[in-house]
């Protein structure tokens, strides 16, 4: 064998969605993965290294589901081109594995016969099939196999059964050095994909004999999950649970982040002498990865919930339950789980989109996802209504401030329904995509899948924040630190910094809404990540540790702001950009800076007009 | 009406017990004879692209089908069996899918 062991033999796992080509490349390569980010797009390439029985290294590559290679979303363009050969800096796999549901064979065979005129050497592993078992589902193996022209190994990936059978297939295809035949894919006509059914409906005949006992499970839940009225309710009450989890469950975790690294600051500042390099270090670099880090029990809480019911399979029915719902806005259902990853940070939110197959969906929905209400904002949020709204009961188990806090919540929700309307007419003419999502069977989500899935969260996230935004906060950090202030000063040092400087020369801008000029110096590094204003406040206003003394910084606040300054801020904090990594990820998957263009200008004219009427009613109903 | 209107479109004669699968309930059952999307405009992609992905998703002809759900708003969107499979869709995109319903 002239291949040698540096170079491992390159298998890609392709297939329908749902048919467990995560739980096979997780059986497969166990933890050894790697995940990086397609050159130019921002789908996710997760890639495995095994090494087979006969000592041969082997790169496997878990490619996006699709039901075609004539692909409709970015995340099946990549599988395509990977299968094709045509990603840049990519060689062509040497094994396609293509990845079926035994219990749904249909749409699966067509995809595999547009990967036999791929021509490259493949193996199908069918794998589920422990349901196909269980339901008494008859396939001839040997038949199947000679009309495929493919060897076949059944696998169970959850719990690694056929796993050592798929790979010996692999290692015996590339050791005898299994020619591809010449590439003759094409994207098929309509014709063509009516012939192609016909091919796979005389197949499954001829193969396949129906399931003895067939699944009657996921046909009972969905006659209560996708009940018009109890589904609907069902989805509500599940997402209640998800927010009380999501803000309850963290906040003894978010504390300790917060202890723990206000702990180090005062750790560093003790052991370093006093200096720039001690500023730095704990004010910017130990500062700025708590803040980020912070907000980690939050987003692995929200994304174990969603997690969980995509495995179940419940995803696709709460896109369906809300289709409708958003679509009265210009939403796709699907936006639903972007959308509501958003609440906890916008930016796994904008990620998400990427599961909408339509570019104008997905565009429409990246837009608005910034208007949730992110967790950062609720810093801001809590130190504004702590220091302005009376905390009185105002009805039976109603409180003044928690109903301003809901009214803020609610203003993101519904401006980013009329913003999406508007996006809609405006940018697309009214046009409506088709709207056409496969209902998976229900299935127990692995413990192990999704605990697997949950640290790659994290990977993904702790990788962001150290690559994005802890530049961003030092930049920050170093805008406002200088230059010092000249000796003998007596304003707080971020007055004589470049942050000061800016801020008192565009506050004129800002005047008409209200805000002073230690305001706009606090939007600046409050840009970095909206909960920074809250220190960049503290900072201004000379309230040492504002984030742990939002009560002092509060008061302070109240003497300093009228009424209408402080609501105008709070309108201007549901709308404004204020978020760098935001705007950087938009910039990411929407590979275009005029869209980016676009968020930055729709958002900062809706703040900017919110503020200024906000503030004007307040000032002419006497809070001026 | 449709049923003429269809007709005139593909030019051909139409079975009178055809329906749209836009128009079909939850409960019914039937066959899909005809996937010919013809109505121009409106989808946001071409009336051929729609036309391939109803057929990707197996809406292709001769394929046994029931509606098991709809949503609450508009009765909209729909759940349908397909042979093994379910697969939601909206009724809008529906509406190209000919079907012979069985009778009940
Ligand atoms: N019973 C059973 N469940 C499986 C098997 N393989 C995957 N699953 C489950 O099927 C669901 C979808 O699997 P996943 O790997 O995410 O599918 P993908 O979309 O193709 O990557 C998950 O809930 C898995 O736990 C299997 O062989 N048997
Ligand atoms: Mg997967």
Known sequence: MSESALQPARVALVGNPNTGKT?????????????????????ERKEGFITTAAGRSLSILDLPGTYSLRARSPDEAVTRDAVLGRLAGEAEPDVVVAVAD?????????????????????VLALNMYDIAQRQGLRIDLEGLQRELGCPIVTTVATRKRGIAELTAKVDELVATGAISTTNVWHEPSAAEIRGAHREAQRILKAYVRPPEHPDTFTGKVDAVLLHPVAGLAILFALLFVMFQAVFAWATPLMDGIDAAFLWLGAAVG????????????SDGVIAGVGSVLVFLPQILILFFFIILLEDFGYMARAAFLMDRIMGGAGLHGRA??????????????????RVIDQKRDRMTTILVA??????????????????????????PGLNLQGLVMFGLYAAGILSALAVSFVIRKVFWRGAVEPFLMELPTYKLPSVESVFRNLLLRAQIFLNRAGRIILPLMVAVWVLSTFPGPPPGATEPAIDYSFAGMIGQAIQPLFAPIGFNWQMVVALIPGFAAREVAVAALGTVYAVGDAEANVGALGARLAQHWSLATGLSFLAWYIFAPQCAATLGVVKRETN??????VMFAYMTTLAYLASFTVYHLAVALGGG | MFRSMHEMLAGQAVDAELTQLSQARPGDRGVIVDVRADHAGGHGVDVHELERRLLEFGFVEGAAFEIIHQGLIGADPIAVRLDDMRVAL???????????LDPK
Do not use: H
């Open chain 1, 23 to 43: 739980a096979l490349f997780n059986a497969l390569t166990g933890s050894r993965q790697k995940v990086a980010n397609y050159a130019g797009v921002t789908v």
């Open chain 1, 102 to 122: 035994a219990t749904n064979l249909r749409l699966v065979l067509r995809l595999i016969l547009e990967l036999k005129a791929v021509g490259r050497p493949m």
């Open chain 1, 270 to 281: 003790q052991a370093l002498p006093d200096g720039l390099i001690k500023d730095f270090i």
């Open chain 1, 336 to 353: 639903f789980i972007p959308l509501l990853s958003s609440f906890a940070c916008a930016i796994p939110g904008i990620m998400a989109a």
């Open chain 1, 370 to 395: 910034p208007l949730m209400t992110c967790s950062a904002r609720i810093p801001v949020y809590t130190l504004i209504i702590s220091a302005f709204i009376p905390n009185e009961t105002v009805g």
């Open chain 1, 592 to 597: 275009s800076w005029a869209w980016t263009g």
């Open chain 2, 90 to 100: 909206r009724r809008r995109d529906a509406e190209d899918v000919w079907v012979r």
